[in-house]
């Protein structure tokens, strides 16, 4: 079994837990009051911000022209991903906001583990803003009913084709440097993964909530 394969499953309960989330069932069904989608895209830019440099960050790190390159490419994506969402629902233009304490505490962990694990546990911490979103988005197109849905395009763009290459690309470099790595440090790749997937879950969770700092 593939290190992503063992992550995966070791993160199961934590994907069911997001599946059960009412922001992706009120997403799925249409239904999700406008503001509160509003309120996650204007986080989801400032978290993109952020992960954009993380993943340039990477790539600096990386000791393989190819891996560097992909996690260059992956770091510009994420820019044009954010702009061509926000320009659909948004105008192009957010209000101005801070990160809520679940954004900050997602970007805070990537960034600590950039400047202080080892390349691989860095790429782990990264890897389920590819795949939780590729499986949130292919589970929201099987079971979605038929029939118009405003949040259409944002599901599409996790759902399809042009994503899940990225996915793949992305997990591929992750198994290889499992591959190489100590058992040790592959227990380290799991738990920054597990990590990185409860995160998630705070994340649209905290958008459910319209999440703020106490006053």
Excluded at 126 to 133: A, G, S
Excluded at 164 to 180: H, K, N
Aim: glycine share 6%; hydrophobic share 40%; with cysteine.
């Amino acid at each position: 079994m593939k290190w992503n394969e063992q992550a995966w499953k070791a993160s199961e309960d934590v994907y069911a837990a997001i599946l059960k989330l009412p922001f992706l069932h009120e997403l799925m069904n249409g239904t999700l009051p406008k503001e509160k989608f509003f309120f996650y895209l204007q986080q989801d830019a400032l978290y993109l911000a952020e992960y954009g440099k993380i993943l340039a960050g990477i790539a600096a790190r990386l000791d393989r022209k190819e891996w560097r390159e992909a996690f260059l490419h992956f770091s510009s994506d994420t820019v044009a991903v954010e702009q061509a969402l926000h320009q659909l629902y948004l105008n192009g233009t957010t209000n101005r906001t801070e990160p809520t304490p679940s954004c900050q505490l997602y970007t805070g962990f990537m960034y600590r583990q950039l400047t202080g694990a080892s390349i691989e546990e860095v790429v782990a911490s990264v890897l389920p803003c590819f795949l939780v979103y590729k499986k949130v988005g292919d589970y929201i197109q099987a079971n979605q009913t038929a029939g118009d849905n405003p949040y259409q395009s944002w599901i599409d763009t996790y759902g399809g084709e042009d994503f899940a290459l990225a996915v793949e690309q992305a997990l591929s470099i992750g198994d290889e440097l499992a591959v190489r790595s100590t058992e040790e440090r592959r227990e380290g790749m799991t738990r920054a993964f597990i990590k990185g997937c409860q995160l998630e879950w705070m994340f649209w969770d905290s958008a459910w909530r319209k999440e703020a700092w106490p006053v």
